[in-house]
């Protein structure tokens, strides 16, 4: 505000020096003459003048002491603002036309109203405000009015020196409109100043309280009042305090506490403040659960549960449910209930207290789990030498078994939490008595479970030899410490299973295949079960001999012998021998050549078959007759005009021939007759080339092709043959 009369003055003063300048030029108005100048406002004057003819506008100004203000009106009146309240001004008026502005009217002096009264408004209770100002500059007393803001109701106007003023007897939440002005000495009344104010509510009505003991909550209802924006309910005991506030005429206070006695009232609010409380409503919650409560089983099958009283319980009930889903309960006015109980059960328990406000939140709910109950139906499902495993059906209540097996001085042990247990490292052929506890972790061993006896499977004999007769017949010996059992000797191998049975310490073994490998073990069987069998003793049988043996003659000094696979042989050795002397040779293959072989003289065949570990197998077969031996002398002689003689010295021994003669014309055989060393063949062309083979023939018929073969040229003479000319020999292929 200090900054636009700096504005004004500047401006005004801009508009005066056009009007000098053009004043220079034309006559200026008239000066105008003041009629009345009055202030109605504390910050203004209002100034009225006689109209000057030919002025389009008119300059205001008012002075006080230094300070000059001025203002450009129309026409009168005219207003200036901007001034300081209670303040005497002179007052003048310039004309202004286009010809420039008149000089300053005749002064005219005038004094500005009191400032209105800066109001603080409040309402202390519901029906009453209290107006407060700050004292106001020149004022010697002051106005105050007040009524109902809608403008119904009568108003009340107090007049007073002071700075404060209370209204009372108004209605309760009612806004009110209050204004108020200062006057001076002179009785002259200044701005005046307005505001409105609401009465604060009455306290609500009706108190209403619905509790809900299992929510621990309290629904709190009242009756609504004029002029309340919201409310709040309180809930006050010795130990603490809770409210809840809305707009409506309900709230839920929550959590309360069980045990506990609340006071409940109701305050309403609005801008003017909160009203007195109502007057309090008693509420006891529902009982605290009992607490200390303890469970004893001083018999078996019989509990005992005990707990504390609480404030405001007017009586118990408690409840023991067990783990099947049956429950039972006690109602009670004392601090202790009885029940009956079973093994293997586990029992939830809880303790409730009532009132009038009803049930108690539910409090701590224990469990008491009474000892497990014994495995009646124990059945061994496997019983060895070191081992026995045994089962059972699962018992109610138990967490995990122990089993335990007694022989005497001995005891082993093995806990698990299946119903089921495999004794180990137990002696074979003993007897054990075998108990089944269950436990619980909370309840610990039910200890008056019954047992029963167990025998281990016999021990594992111990094989002391394998031996083998000169009939093939396998004769197992073994030791063993068992009682009344009865001992199984198992050969097993590719061939496939061979026993014998004893009640002694050793059986015999037939019939096993030879070229085989076997697994000898004894196995102990009494009522209780098998051994383990005992460690194996390898058995090789003798190889098989080969099941053909075959000779054939590849020269006149050399034959091969051949023959099948025999069944676990690795080498073979193979031995011709007649008086002569002996032909031998060792080969891991089917077959061998033999040399130094006497023609036509009968040998011996021996074949023995050994396998890899050595053993051997001797195989004989039917004696062997070297082939004849090759005819010499061999020659040809030309027999009449068309035939050719062979002719040759016949060799040690008898023997069959046959004579071949090759030409590039045909092939000529002819055989003699028995007994005689040459053959005839009684046309033959001429002028060919002959080879002259005479073979032995072997027992079987099979020509021997072996020997050696000589050379002949057959000239013609004539028609006939001519000339017979050796040419040379071939030896066999």
């Known amino acids: 505000m200090a900054g636009r009369p700096k504005k004004c003055w500047s401006l005004i003063g801009f508009s005066l020096l056009c009007l000098k300048m053009v004043a220079s030029a034309k006559t200026a108005p008239e000066i105008p003459t003041i009629d009345q100048a009055y202030s109605k406002i504390s910050n203004s004057i209002t100034v009225e003048w006689a109209t000057v003819p030919g002025a389009t506008s008119y300059l205001l100004?008012?002075?006080?002491?230094?300070?000059?203000?001025?203002?450009?009106?129309?026409?009168s009146p005219g207003t200036v603002t901007g001034l300081k309240a209670a303040t005497l001004y002179q007052i003048t008026v310039r004309s202004i036309s286009a010809a420039g502005r008149s000089q300053a009217s005749p002064p005219k002096q005038a004094k500005t109203v009191l400032a209105a009264p800066i109001l603080e408004v409040s309402s202390p209770s519901s029906d009453s405000i209290l107006v407060q100002w700050e004292a106001?500059?020149?004022?010697?007393?002051?106005?105050?009015?007040?009524?109902q803001a809608n403008g119904l109701g009568r108003i009340w106007k107090e007049n007073t020196t002071n700075t404060t003023l209370t209204f009372t007897s108004l209605d309760a939440g009612t806004l009110y409109t209050i204004k108020a002005y200062a006057w001076n000495a002179n009785g002259t009344p200044g701005d005046d100043s307005t505001c409105n104010q609401r009465t604060s509510p009455r306290a609500?009505?009706?108190?209403?309280?619905s509790y809900d003991g299992g929510a621990l909550k309290a629904a709190v209802s009242w009756a609504l009042t004029e002029g309340a924006f919201n409310y709040t309910a309180t809930a006050s005991s010795d130990s603490s305090e809770l409210s809840c506030s809305t707009t409506l005429s309900t709230c839920a206070l929550s959590p309360l506490r069980c045990g506990t006695e609340y006071l409940i009232s109701v305050s309403a609010r609005n801008d003017a403040g909160a009203s007195r409380s109502t007057a309090a409503v008693t509420l006891k919650t529902v009982a605290c659960a009992p607490g200390r409560v303890t469970i004893q089983e001083d018999l078996p099958g019989h509990l005992s549960v005990s707990w504390s009283n609480v404030d405001l319980g007017d009586y118990y009930v408690?409840?023991?449910?067990?783990?099947?889903?049956?429950?039972?309960?006690?109602?009670?006015?004392?601090?202790q209930c009885n029940f009956l109980s079973e093994c293997g059960f586990t029992y939830f328990i809880s303790v409730f207290a009532y009132n009038k406000a009803g049930q108690s939140p539910l409090g701590d709910v224990f469990n008491y789990t009474t000892a497990p109950c014994c495995p009646s139906d124990i059945n061994p499902v496997l019983v060895s030498s070191d081992r026995v495993e045994i089962v059972w059906s699962p018992v109610r209540g138990a967490e995990f078994y122990e089993t335990k097996a007694v022989d005497g001085f001995n005891v082993v042990k093995c806990n698990d939490t299946a119903p089921a247990c495999t004794l180990s490292a137990l002696e074979c052929d003993t007897k054990y008595n075998i108990t089944v506890y269950s436990f619980s972790e909370v309840r610990g061993s039910n200890t008056s479970c019954a047992s029963r006896f167990v025998t281990t499977a016999p021990c594992s004999p111990e094989i002391k030899s394998v031996s083998k007769d000169a009939f093939s017949?396998?004769?197992?010996?073994?030791?063993?410490?068992?009682?009344?059992?009865?001992?199984?000797?198992t050969a097993r191998g590719e061939e496939g299973l061979y026993r014998c049975s004893s009640m002694g310490q050793s059986c015999t073994l037939g019939g096993l295949p030879c070229g085989s490998m076997f697994s000898v073990t004894v196995v102990a069987e009494t009522q209780a079960g098998q051994s383990l069998p005992s460690y194996s003793v390898p058995l090789e049988t003798v190889p098989c001999c080969p099941a053909t043996l075959t000779v054939t003659q590849v020269t006149q000094s050399v034959i091969n012998v051949s023959w099948t696979i025999g069944t676990g042989a690795l080498t073979y050795?193979?031995?011709?021998?007649?008086?002569?002397?002996?032909?031998?040779?060792?080969?891991?293959?089917?077959?061998?050549?033999?040399g130094c072989i006497t023609c036509g003289v009968n040998y011996t065949v021996a074949l023995k078959a050994i396998s890899a570990s050595g053993l051997n197998a001797d195989c004989a077969y039917q004696r062997y007759a070297s082939s004849a031996c090759c005819p010499l002398g061999v020659k040809l002689y030309r027999l009449g005009p068309n035939g050719i003689r062979i002719?040759?010295?016949?060799?040690?021994?008898?023997?069959?021939?046959?004579?071949?003669?090759?030409?590039?014309?045909?092939?000529?055989?002819?055989?003699?007759?028995?007994?005689l060393s040459f053959c005839d063949i009684t046309e033959i062309p001429c002028g060919d080339v002959y080879t002259v083979m005479v073979s032995p023939l072997a027992e079987t018929g099979l020509k021997l092709t072996f020997c050696p073969k000589k050379i002949y040229s057959v000239t013609c003479s004539g028609s006939t043959l001519g000339m017979v000319i050796y040419r040379g020999k071939r030896n066999a292929e």
């Not at 106001?136 to 009524?147: E, H, K």
């Not at 010996?477 to 000797?489: F, G, I, K, L, Q």
């Not at 016949?650 to 590039?664: E, H, I, K, Q, V």
């Open 61 to 75: 100004t008012a002075k006080d002491g230094d300070t000059i203000i001025e203002t450009m009106v129309a026409n």
């Open 136 to 147: 106001v500059y020149m004022a010697t007393g002051f106005s105050v009015s007040i009524m």
């Open 204 to 209: 609500p009505a009706n108190i209403q309280v």
């Open 318 to 335: 408690a409840f023991v449910k067990s783990d099947d889903g049956l429950e039972v309960h006690c109602n009670t006015s004392l601090t």
């Open 473 to 489: 017949m396998i004769h197992v010996h073994w030791r063993s410490s068992n009682d009344d059992a009865t001992y199984t000797v």
């Open 573 to 594: 050795v193979t031995v011709l021998e007649s008086h002569t002397g002996q032909s031998k040779c060792h080969t891991h293959q089917n077959h061998c050549l033999l």
């Open 647 to 675: 002719d040759w010295q016949a060799a040690r021994g008898s023997a069959n021939y046959s004579t071949d003669l090759y030409g590039s014309k045909g092939i000529f055989t002819c055989s003699p007759s028995a007994g």
